[in-house]
């Protein structure tokens, strides 16, 4: 069992920057696959970033190539996304997600772990 608790979150002026973090309970953490969803209100639940249990292979949706980066400490069960350069349209609850397995997922019921998730707002 894992438990996820996400933070980080706030409202930010279009350009700007915030780093996510999701602390993860358990001790198998490392053996996990994570990601990161995020869900725009009225909209459906949308991928935007994973990386592998090791943290050796990362994968982005095309709408954050480039501008996000994701991140993991085993050693302190925690995995990080860093959001720079952001748009208004990036406004959206981001939710952890971990899959125990060393492989990542872009689909969300491929993860059997969320959290509560953490409000990102941009303005223009």
């Known amino acids: 069992q894992v438990q996820l608790v996400e933070s980080g979150g706030g409202l930010v002026q279009a350009g700007g920057s915030l780093r996510l973090s999701c602390a993860a309970s358990?001790?198998?953490?490392?053996?996990?696959?994570m990601a990161w969803f995020r869900q725009a209100p009225g909209k459906e639940r949308d991928f935007v970033t994973a990386?592998?249990?090791?943290?050796?292979?990362?994968y982005y949706a095309d709408s954050v190539k480039g501008r996000f980066t994701i991140s993991r400490d085993n050693a302190k069960n925690t995995v990080y996304l860093l959001l720079n350069n952001l748009k208004p349209e990036d406004t959206a609850v981001y939710y952890c997600?971990?899959?125990?397995?060393?492989?990542?997922?872009?689909?969300?019921?491929?993860?059997?772990?969320w959290g509560q998730g953490t409000q990102v707002t941009v303005s223009s």
């Open positions: 990386l592998s249990a090791s943290g050796s292979t990362t």
């Open positions: 358990g001790r198998t953490f490392s053996t996990y696959a």
């Open positions: 997600a971990a899959r125990p397995s060393r492989w990542y997922s872009t689909n969300e019921h491929e993860y059997d772990y």
